[in-house]
């Protein structure tokens, strides 16, 4: 068992099967079919079983995994240590959608510029696949929204995001969650913070722990704010993210006040740590402080 063998066998389960893990590391498939067949013999077990010509992990597959990726993590570690210390090499990045859209544009560009030997890879979705996505080393790091506690994690604040309540045009004032016309709420999947802040401050009004009648979730903002638009619901949105849509003539934007305050944190591992990751934190700091 080797690293090469390793970084192959990840990719196969990256990419699905024997084709585009091939194709993504610019080899014949009979190389990579016969590195997976050779590091199965070599740990005396099989990786993977085929089902309906599709490649599923078996359960010593899914050890394997999490080891490959700390000792390919941890390779690259040692690689980084022993040479200059210079930002290069492959950093992986999450983001939450309205992070990713509102506050990532610019300090990425720069940090583009300032560092064009890093490969910069950046993925979006809720907090709670980006949180499990670094606890298991498939990212390196994450923007996320808070609160959030986590021994595994170093936790640093970058941003404090208003969250605000967005209703139909036509809708009368609202002051609370009794106000409310209407209990259906527009939102992403289970595990976005935001659904969960919208979630806990209907539940804040004059009957405790209420639900929403219907939760109706979407993939974009694009999409929550038109079906809010038609009158669909209601949804809780970043303020910075409004500001990027025209939207102000097709709905109304309510504050909900300190429960809409949320602070935006860049999460890592505690045992990560790279000049790539050091340099992007920097900038991201001092972006910032410059929007203050």
């Not at 992070?99 to 030997?117: E, I, Y």
């Not at 935006?264 to 001092?286: G, K, M, N, V, W």
Request: proline share 7%; charged share 20%.
């Amino acid at each position: 068992m080797d690293l090469l063998s390793l970084e192959i066998f990840r990719t196969v389960v990256r990419e699905g099967g024997i084709t585009r893990a091939a194709e993504q590391l610019h080899r014949v498939q009979s190389n990579v079919t016969t590195r997976i067949r050779q590091l199965e013999q070599s740990l005396g077990v099989s990786l993977f079983s085929r089902n309906h010509k599709r490649l599923v992990l078996t359960p010593a597959g899914e050890t394997l995994l999490d080891y490959a990726e700390r000792l390919l993590n941890l390779a690259i570690e040692a690689r980084e240590a022993v040479q200059p210390a210079v930002p290069q090499g492959r950093l992986r990045i999450g983001s939450m959608e309205s992070t990713a859209a509102s506050r990532l544009p610019l300090p990425l560009a720069r940090f583009h510029q300032q560092w064009p030997a890093v490969q910069l890879e950046l993925s979006t979705g809720p907090t709670q696949q980006l949180i499990d996505r670094v606890r298991a080393f498939t990212l390196d790091a994450a923007l996320v929204a808070g609160p959030l506690e986590d021994p595994l994690l170093t936790i640093l604040p970058l941003y404090a995001e208003e969250l605000v309540l967005l209703a139909p045009r036509n809708h009368p004032p609202i002051n609370s969650p009794d106000d409310l016309q209407t209990h259906t709420l527009i939102a992403f999947e289970n595990g976005c913070a935001y659904r969960r802040h919208a979630e806990n401050w209907l539940a804040s009004g004059s009957i405790p722990g209420r639900r929403p009648d219907r939760i109706l979730e979407l993939g974009s903002y694009h999409a929550m704010l038109a079906c809010v638009a038609a009158g669909a619901g209601i949804a809780l949105a970043p303020r910075s993210v409004l500001e990027l849509h025209n939207c102000s003539e097709s709905l109304a934007i309510h504050p909900i006040g300190p429960a809409g305050q949320v602070p935006t944190y860049l999460i890592r591992r505690h045992d990560y740590s790279s000049p790539a990751f050091d340099a992007l934190s920097q900038i991201l700091q001092e972006e910032a402080k410059n929007r203050l």
